[in-house]
Each structure stands twice: as structure tokens, then as C-alpha cells.
């Protein structure tokens, strides 16, 4: 059995249209070929893991013996978007889909956050984050009012300047829209704070100030199962947020990527029993939604120089698995998400006969697998892997 888990999610990096695809308008999407394909970059430590034995993917081979168990994992919630995929990952069904804007808000929303803040509103539209601040950000300056726009996922975003809006009135904002919005007339999975500084729409870019305020978790997830069993649960990254702290026993906020390892290999030098658990969120929200291929693998190549610095960090009762909770094909019509297998690869400190995994028929085994490993009684409709790979 593991004393630690170290658990990477790889935000949208999926390896091939799931079966049931076509339902989410998704038929042929396959995040990791096709951006391997428009902008090949060398992964030889993913590769080394069996990353290629997944899948066939452009430029990443599979070794003879692969240095980590690998397989591919299926989402059976009904749902393509962040919190589904790790609340999924975490134990949970999500058997009705979160309710998605693509014509905006209704007005009696917009009504309200209008009475709650006294600002008025532009945008109520789906948008690239980057492109609508282009948009209106130079008369949100002007007018103090508040961007709001959605995307094809079931998030409410709400954009200010910092020196118009100040951040603390901003998360209250949020905060209050968030108390709006779970109303299942309004109901969305997440309201997302979205600061930018700036002079003009040349000049504008985003702060790393987001903030996420997510709805609870609707189930107990595994995290919630270590937590009562006295185990660690240290969330790096957004993780706290796509939880909203549920089974959380330390938060550990990153900038980006880069910041996200750094936290990391700092999360394995301390002394703790549990779980870590990371988003690396980067490949989704700057390269997946924009639709830039280029920039997509260039995320992946400098995840993959990382990952030695990660293996030297791995105690031998450590475990470490590298996942991800969708997927988002940059080179795909539209800036939505796309409804993909995940890879599963999974690493343990010491020597093992790596190798071919089953295929998992939910995310979930992920859960399973955790509380086997801390034999902590928890019911989710996966099923352990420990068996697979002890």
C-alpha cells in the first residue's frame, strides 16, 4: 500500500472521441493527435510512461517496457465540463448535465445581479475571455459596468478592470451571483471572477487573480472519505475551488503550469499521509478554448521536462497517477470542450512490472483505486485498480 498519491490532472488532454461522442456533437475530436499532428514537439518521458501505447499518437512511440502502467478512462457523467470531470474522478455520477447559455443569461438573472451590485451589464454573450474584454473593456472603464459572458460550458464569468472594480468587490459580486445561481432556474456549475488590467484593447490582459466559485459537490466524494479517515487532502492549484473546499485539509494556490509543478515538488518534500491533488489548468484555458495548437504542445513539452523532477521526488511508498477530466481539441470547431477518452498513467516509486491496464468504463476508478489503497469505506460505481498495479 501507498503512504502518499500524488494525482496530476492534465486539463482537457484527451486521446480520441469518446463512443458516445456524436450525443455532444463531438465526432472525431482527439485533443492529443491532432495537436501533436499540426505542431509536433518530442514527449520522450510521456513516452516513456506509454503515453504512445494508449493511442497512436504523432511522434511519441511505445517502448517495449514502458516505465508505468497505462490505459484510457471513459466519462459516464452527463457532462463534458471541468467540475463533472473531477467530481467523476472524486467518486461521484453526475447523471444531469449542468444547463449551458449559448443565446447568454435570461434577463430576469441579468435583472437581479443588476439590483444586487446597482451595475449595469454588457456582453450576456458566449465569448473567448480574451476577445470580449478586447470588446468592452475599454467602456467597462469607462461605465463601471460588468462583462458578462459564458462559453459553451456552464460557467457564468464575470470580467472587471482592477482599477475600476477593485478585486474585493469583485469576488463579492461573484459571491453573490453565485447565491443566485443555484436556483435550477439559473443553475450553473461555476461563476468565475475575471480581473484584467490594462490601458486600452491593445494593452489588455487578463490578472492571475481569477477566482472560481464553484456549487458544492453533490455526493461525498472520496476526498471527503480521507478527510473523515484522518488522511491529508492537499489541493493544488483550482482544485479547492472545483470543490469548494469539501474534503480539503490544505490549499495551495498556483499562478500557472510552471507555478503548479513548482507547488508540487514542494507539496513531496513534506511529510503527510493522503492525497495531492493537482490541476494543471493551462492546457485548457489558454491553448484548448483559444484554439491554438501551437501552444497546446508546446504546454505539453514543457509538462513532459518536468516530469523527471517529479519522479526524483517520489518516495518508494509514494504513487503518483497523471490523468485528465476531458478533453479540448484545439484544432475542433468552436472553443467548447470535447467529449474524449482521458489517459491514465500511473507511476509508483519503486520497481514494478509496468504494463496495459484495463480500460476504465468511468473516471471513477481513480476514487475507488484511492480508497482501497487507504482502505477507507467509501461506495462509488468504480472499480479499484490497486490490485492491477501492487
Not at 513539452?301 to 481539441?329: V, Y
Amino acid at each position: 500500500m501507498f503512504k502518499r498519491i500524488h494525482l496530476i490532472v492534465l486539463d482537457s488532454v484527451g486521446i480520441g472521441a469518446q463512443r458516445d461522442a456524436a450525443d455532444f456533437g463531438d465526432t472525431g475530436a482527439h485533443t492529443l493527435k491532432h495537436t501533436l499532428e499540426h505542431h509536433p514537439v518530442a514527449l520522450p518521458n510521456l513516452e516513456r510512461f506509454g503515453l504512445g501505447c494508449i493511442d497512436k499518437l504523432p511522434g511519441v512511440g511505445c517502448p517495449d517496457q514502458p516505465e508505468a502502467f497505462y490505459s484510457k478512462m471513459s466519462e459516464i457523467s452527463q457532462g463534458k465540463d471541468t467540475m463533472t470531470g473531477h467530481w467523476e474522478i472524486a467518486g461521484l455520477n453526475i447523471k444531469k448535465p449542468f444547463k449551458v447559455y449559448p443565446d447568454g443569461f435570461p434577463e430576469a438573472l441579468l435583472d437581479r445581479i443588476r439590483e444586487a451590485t446597482g451595475r449595469n451589464i454588457v456582453g450576456n454573450k458566449p465569448a473567448s475571455g480574451t476577445e470580449i474584454i478586447k470588446e468592452y473593456g475599454e467602456h467597462q472603464m469607462k461605465t463601471g459596468d460588468l462583462i458578462v459572458y459564458t462559453s459553451n460550458d456552464p460557467v457564468l464569468q464575470i470580467a472587471a478592470h482592477e482599477d475600476i472594480i477593485p478585486l474585493d468587490e469583485l469576488y463579492t459580486i461573484c459571491e453573490k451571483v453565485r447565491a443566485m445561481t443555484t436556483d435550477p432556474d439559473f443553475l450553473v456549475g461555476r461563476v468565475i471572477a475575471r480581473p484584467y488590467v490594462g490601458e486600452s484593447k491593445e494593452t489588455f490582459e487578463r490578472t492571475e487573480n481569477r477566482h472560481d466559485y464553484a456549487l458544492e459537490p453533490f455526493g461525498t466524494t472520496v476526498l471527503n472519505a480521507l478527510q473523515d479517515n484522518g488522511n491529508d487532502v492537499i489541493a493544488i492549484g483550482k482544485i479547492d475551488d472545483i470543490f469548494t473546499g469539501s474534503g480539503v485539509t490544505d490549499a495551495v494556490r498556483t499562478k500557472n503550469n510552471s507555478d503548479g509543478v513548482d507547488k508540487l515538488l514542494q507539496v513531496m518534500d513534506r511529510e503527510f499521509t493522503g492525497l495531492s491533488f493537482l490541476n494543471l489548468v493551462d492546457f485548457d484555458a489558454l491553448y484548448g478554448h483559444r484554439r491554438n495548437p501551437e501552444g497546446y504542445s508546446d504546454a505539453l513539452k514543457a509538462f513532459d521536462d518536468r516530469l523527471p523532477e517529479i519522479e526524483s521526488k517520489l518516495a518508494e511508498d509514494d504513487l503518483l497517477i497523471i490523468t485528465a477530466d476531458h478533453g479540448n481539441d484545439p484544432t475542433f470547431e468552436g472553443t467548447d470542450h470535447t467529449r474524449e477518452f482521458v489517459p491514465l498513467l500511473i507511476r509508483s516509486g519503486g520497481s514494478s512490472n509496468y504494463g496495459p491496464l484495463r480500460d476504465s468504463d468511468t473516471f471513477s476508478d481513480i476514487a475507488a483505486t484511492i480508497a482501497d489503497n487507504f482502505k477507507i469505506e467509501y461506495d462509488t460505481h468504480g472499480e479499484s485498480l490497486l490490485r492491477d498495479i501492487t
